[in-house]
């Protein structure tokens, strides 16, 4: 039994002068661009992994610069009121850790670790008071912390850092403002803020009324700092 040969995909019927028999889509070769270097797809492939590294090149890092706080050269106080008379106190052990680039506040981070023992509002006898459970609660309590989860511009020199301060086992949303300062390798933040101190329980049972304490606390701080090496 004879075979037949399947026609070829492409022939003509050249000696018959016949139309071409056309070749399925699938089976197709890829259009070629007019300067005949393969297909727009493959010549993209080629350009883009050059074109990535150029572009990532020209981008700024994404690590904002770490600071080291001087201690000696930083304070962070506090005022209550007393009979609506400042009664100002100051917190000598504190710990700042931050990453900041004053151009891109996004990629900031800041973080704020307090002694709580280390309170100090110039009297003995006040000092054990608010170390005391209807205070501070510096034995179950000892650490206070603020970690802030953005920080934005303000206007100026002048920056936003919103985050938690976690007091007397209370976390609260706060959020710190604060000036930046900075030359070189050196730099100066400062700022003010309020707390309000029932949320955290400071002054429990007759020092909740707030006629002889007031319900504000204002923190000051200001802060050396130093561009890690």
């Known amino acids: 039994m004879s075979r037949t040969a399947a026609p070829k995909a492409n022939s003509t019927a050249a ?28 010549r993209l492939a080629r350009v883009a992994p050059a074109a990535l590294v150029l572009a990532c090149a020209a981008l700024p890092s994404a690590f904002a610069a770490e600071w080291k706080m001087d201690p000696a050269a930083s304070r962070l106080d506090f005022a209550a009121t007393f009979e609506k008379t400042p009664a100002p106190g100051v917190f000598k052990d504190f710990e700042l850790r931050l990453d900041f680039d004053p151009e891109r506040p996004a990629d900031g981070r800041l973080e704020v670790r307090i002694g709580i023992a280390s309170a100090d509002m110039a009297n003995t006898d006040i000092n054990q008071a608010i170390a005391g459970p209807e205070w501070f609660d510096a034995a179950r309590h000892p650490q206070a912390e603020f ?21 007397k086992g209370v976390q609260q949303p706060v959020q710190v403002p604060f000036t930046w300062n900075g030359a070189a390798d050196t ?29 504000d606390v204002t923190i000051k701080f200001r802060v050396r700092l130093r561009k890690a090496s």
């Open 187 to 215: 730099a100066s933040m400062q700022g003010e803020f309020i707390v309000k101190r029932l949320p955290f329980g400071i002054g429990t049972g007759e020092w909740a009324a707030t006629e002889v304490i007031g319900p």
């Open 15 to 42: 000696k018959g002068g016949g139309t071409p028999v056309s070749r399925p889509a699938a089976l197709r070769p890829a259009r070629t661009t007019a300067g005949g270097k393969g297909t727009w797809v493959a």
């Open 147 to 167: 970690r802030a989860t953005e920080i934005r511009r303000a206007q100026g020199n002048g920056y936003l850092a919103l985050g938690t301060l976690r007091l």
